[in-house]
């Protein structure tokens, strides 16, 4: 087989070409069928060892549950945009109805979340403190669902199959996709005329036979193929293998902090790892296939897609749990690694960049404000904040916010160029926007170790400082600089 290696910088697709397809992704319709499973993250502090047995004792703080399996693959669609129907089997039980609300809560999903009764739904608890992760407890069932609920399941399938454009199954092996529901599935979608990309389980991979793309990661691979994969050359064999013994389309590998490799009836193509860092590879294959798909659907080309989904994996491994890459990072990751509007993120993107630095021991800093007209006694603020704490994140009031703060008015200068100005500065690293009139959601989103206002403050007098207080972090009222106030200046512009 011939190999096409990985295009080099500059060459197709070339970043211009991707930022002109980021867009596109939420223009197609996916339907996405698998195992769906409750993920419950449990955050805490270790402080002591239990005197009943030699463990840590967790101190819970705060608790995130999400969607996982291929619940996780419809998320990653939902946040790039892209229109989803699902379909999944859960248990008659607490956590069945949980998962059911939190899908069909999800804007842009067409849900079908069949009820077995009797079966558990599967679910994975995991207690994290330090950014690291103590325990994981898993509840699961993984045997296969009843032939006439697999039977209606089918049906269902067939009809989000005519109304979407991609079909994706996410197989995780815990009962809903059996290998005769495979089948199945994979000829009514190409009675349909739709192309259906597998995240394949196991070792049989006769199942997926006629599947367009297949996506097994460099393990599964070589589980799949019997061979050892001690070179890409090996590992471009295996896949060419199973395309010509199964009649797929396509074979993805990805393979974590090396990349992915793509063999198709062209040859194979390498593309290296888009990651800056690693803290977590929770949910990545799920990113991958829900970006392909979307960029599929949307009539984007096999290797542009698969370079959008290389780089929105390398985006979901830099951030703590299972996570889903948004369309401004993906944007982001385009651009200049050094340009300073990249400091400029949403309330949601600066709680896990805030999550990241965290685990690396760095105490975090707050502060907030209007910025309109930026004037030495706000540098003077911003340094001395700075100089307190590792990492820095400005809370930015909105247009709409300065608005009803200081009157029909104000601001001066939009919030696109408050924001730019200060992230200009090289003692803000972050810059999150607000709508409220006051930072106490962000706040409460970041958990900021530090919050820090200017001594015209009083401690009763700064919003939040209760709640920084109550999660064990400290309050700074910094010295200001006199003889300056953006109030004044915009007094004397007008006179």
Known sequence: MENRRAPSAGSTPAQAELAQAVPELKRGSVTVIGDVMLDRFIYGTVRRISPEAPVPVLAVEREAVMPGGAGNVVRNLTTLGCASAFVSVVGDDAAGAELTGLIGGQPGVEPWLLVEGGRTTTRKVRYIAAGQQLLRADHEEATPIGEKLAERLVRIAADTMAATTITVLSDYAKGVIGKETAAALIATARRLGRRVIVDPKGTDYHRYAGADIITPNRRELQLASGMKLDSEEALIDAAGNLRAAHGFGAVLVTEAEDGMTLVDAAGAQHFPAEAAEVFDVSGAGDTVLATLAAGLAAGLSLPVATRLANIAAGIVVGKVGTAAARPEELLAALTASGSALRK???????????????????????????????????VHLLEQARTACDRLVVGLNSDVSVRRLKGPARPVQPEAARAAVLASLAAVDLVSIFEEDTPL?????????????????????????????GWGGRVMLAG???GYSTTATVARLRG
């Open 344 to 378: 400029i993120v949403s309330r949601e993107a600066a709680a896990e960049q805030v999550e990241r630095w965290r685990r690396k021991g760095w105490r975090i800093g707050f502060t907030n404000g209007c910025f309109d007209l930026l004037h030495p006694g706000h």
């Open 480 to 482: 200001l600089l006199p």
């Open 441 to 469: 959601a962000l706040l409460e989103s970041l958990h900021p170790d530090l919050l820090i206002k200017g001594a015209d403050y009083t401690h009763a007098t700064v919003v939040g400082a209760a709640e920084v207080e």
